[in-house]
Each structure stands twice: as structure tokens, then as C-alpha cells.
């Protein structure tokens, strides 16, 4: 920036994801596919910057949500496997081919589709099913799954290469989970799974992953390698986990007022600090916690400092970090703008500077 120092920036460290995927990855069972889930510009954390580190440490393939996402990944990287998990846009499907892409199919529409479109192309087309074992959204009902299974082998131009679902409240209803997890394992023994990949695994999910008789040999993953326990500050994830993403300002200016010494922060809502907080707000001003007041605005948050000496402009601001021994972690940080983790990574816009550590 030409020598100006940012108003308000996030750090990526670089390191802590490569050092989280490998962590991850040493306890999978032996053979297990890492797919690495990377939508939304990689939950926030600058997609460029982050692919090769996850390729360093041990990722097999991307998962992403549409084809854009495949465009970017596919500038820099030509050899991994990248799969989509949501449904394609009809007028986008062709660009499956263009970019080497693999579809998540969950109809007989979709498949009808892209078995005209390869044949045209004289291309065999791998593809994944979605298996819809509860939550209700997209894929096949678990219940039509294996007759839907079946009758892929009718088109000629497609290759099943693997099957999968989503373990949608793994985080925090395990009946229901262990519902979703048999519905599947039905599906996969029913239909005779051979040489495919299942995958039915993401972060919260993990800690499932030794339980139960069926056996995966891929996992998605993607809260988790951002350095972020699914489970808040409740059960134990997966594995112990680095924290990767840090989000900060500086203070533009201090005044005497009749609330107190309060610093106004070169952040706010354009810079995805939220308008509302909970009484139990904090960031963090020379190692110590200071409380937000009131409703942040478009580009400032107010912070009491009046039991500070010597804050003055300039001074850094931590909304999710470290500073000094002290710590606000995204979960906490979560909590306090009403938000879960996942909403707060994607909605630092992109005038919030990056900073690759």
C-alpha cells in the first residue's frame, strides 16, 4: 500500500494450515483421501495463498460449491481432482469438461445431462452422487438411492467414481447422526460399493469416523484445517488444531468524554464487524480486554479504553487473535456478533487488507 498502513487487515497464517492438514491426515485411517473444502475463497482465507500449503500437507483433492470456485483452483493447480458439491447451473455445465471438474449429481435430470454433454464431447465423465440420508436439502432420498445407483450404469458416457452425504448435526445431535450414518451405510452395502470413493466425513463429522461398520476411505474437510473446532467450546474435536486466521485494526483516534476515554477503531460494518454485540463484547488494545460500545458503524467501532494508560492512534486492535499473553478466538468473537464461525470468515469483505504470515 505504498508505504500507508492499513486501517484494518486480517493475517493469514500460512504455516498453521499446512500444519493443521498434516495433523489431520496422520490420523485418518491408512489410504483415506483428504478432500479439502475450500468454498467461499477458502472460508475467508484467500484461496490463492492457501492451495499450494494444502497440497504441502497432504490434501488429495478440492471440494468447492460451483464452477467459479473450480476456475480459480484450476489457475493454479491442474493435477488435483476437484469436486462440486452443489448442484451445477444448467447453463454452466458444459464448463465441467473445460475445467476437469467433477460433478455431484442427485437426479436423473442432472445425469441425463452430462451424459449428452460428454457424449458430444466423446468424453467419459466422472461423477459423485449425493446421498440425501435426512437432512433434506439436495441429493438422492437414501431410500431411491440404490435404484438410482443401479441405473447409472445405463449411461454410457458417465463413471460413478464416488458416493457420498452429509452429516448434517454432527455437531451436536448424535442420535440423530448415528440415523444418518446407518441410512447411509445401507445405501453403500446395498448397492455393492466397489473401487469408489465414500466419503460421508467433514469436520464435525470426524469424530465419528472409528465408530460404527462402515468403512470410508475419503473425508471432507473444512472448519477444522481453518484452525476452528466445530464444536465451539464443547466436545473435543478431531485433533488438536492451530488457529490460522487473525482479524485486526488501529485505532484512529482518542477522546475525553463523559463515558470515559474511548478510542474509535478504523473498522466496522463495511469491514465485516457487525452492527450488534452482546453486552459480553471485547477486542483486545495493548494485551487487555476492552469492552464495544454501543453499534459499530460503517467504518468505525467504539472501544472503551479508560482503564488503559497511554492508548493513542495507531495502536492495534485485536477483534480475533492474540495480542500479548491474551487471546479472543473466533468462537468467542462468534458469539459475541450473534454469528457461528463460518458467517464470520466470509463476511470480511475484500477493503479489509490481507496479511500472508
Known amino acids: 500500500m505504498n508505504g500507508i498502513s492499513h486501517r484494518s487487515w486480517i493475517e493469514i497464517d500460512l ?19 483428504y478432500i479439502a473444502v475450500v468454498k467461499a475463497d477458502a472460508y475467508g482465507h484467500c484461496l490463492p495463498q492457501s492451495v499450494l ?40 455445465r458444459k464448463l465441467v469438461f473445460e ?41 438422492v432420498w437414501h431410500e431411491k438411492a440404490v435404484e438410482f445407483l443401479r441405473g447409472l450404469s445405463g449411461y454410457k458416457n458417465l463413471r460413478l467414481a464416488g458416493i457420498f452425504t452429509h452429516l448434517s448435526s454432527a455437531d451436536c445431535d448424535k442420535s440423530y447422526t448415528a440415523e444418518q450414518i446407518e441410512n447411509f451405510r445401507r445405501v453403500v452395502e446395498d448397492f455393492g460399493a466397489r473401487d469408489i470413493l465414500i466419503h460421508m466425513h467433514a469436520s464435525a463429522g470426524l469424530n465419528y469416523l472409528n465408530g460404527g461398520s462402515l468403512r470410508v476411505n475419503a473425508v471432507r474437510v473444512g472448519l477444522l484445517q481453518y484452525g476452528i473446532s466445530p ?54 488494545v495493548r494485551g487487555r480486554e476492552c469492552k464495544i460500545l454501543g453499534a ?5 467501532t467504539l472501544v472503551d479504553v479508560s482503564s488503559i494508560d497511554g492508548v493513542k492512534g495507531g495502536d492495534e ?25 463460518w458467517e464470520t470468515m466470509v463476511s470480511i469483505p475484500r477493503r479489509v487488507e490481507v496479511v500472508v504470515v
Open 15 to 33: 504455516n498453521a494450515l499446512e500444519e493443521n492438514v498434516r495433523r489431520i491426515k496422520a490420523r485418518l485411517p491408512a489410504g483415506a483421501r
Open 53 to 92: 500449503r494444502f497440497m504441502r500437507g497432504g490434501a488429495d483433492m478440492f471440494a468447492v460449491a460451483n464452477m467459479y470456485e473450480v476456475s480459480r483452483i484450476r489457475e493454479l493447480v491442474c493435477s488435483k481432482p476437484v469436486l462440486v458439491l452443489s448442484p451445477i447451473l444448467l447453463g454452466e
Open 99 to 139: 475445467y476437469d471438474a467433477t460433478p455431484a449429481i442427485s437426479g436423473e435430470e442432472e445425469a441425463l445431462d452430462f451424459d449428452c454433454l460428454a457424449r458430444e464431447r466423446g468424453r467419459i465423465l466422472d461423477v459423485h452422487v449425493k446421498v440425501d440420508t435426512g437432512m433434506g436439502r439436495y441429493g
Open 231 to 284: 464444536f465451539g467450546e464443547g466436545e473435543k474435536p478431531f485433533c488438536d488444531v492451530l488457529p490460522v486466521l487473525s482479524f485486526k485494526a488501529r485505532i484512529s483516534a482518542v477522546s475525553e468524554t463523559p463515558r470515559g476515554r474511548i478510542a474509535s477503531v478504523s473498522a466496522g460494518y463495511a469491514d465485516g464487524v457487525p452492527m450488534g454485540f452482546t453486552e459480553k463484547s471485547r477486542v483486545l
Open 296 to 300: 459499530s458503524s460503517l467504518d468505525e
Open 317 to 341: 486492535v485485536v477483534f480475533i487473535g492474540r495480542q500479548g499473553g491474551a487471546e479472543i478466538n473466533i468462537d468467542s468473537y462468534s458469539k459475541w456478533t450473534r454469528r457461528i464461525p
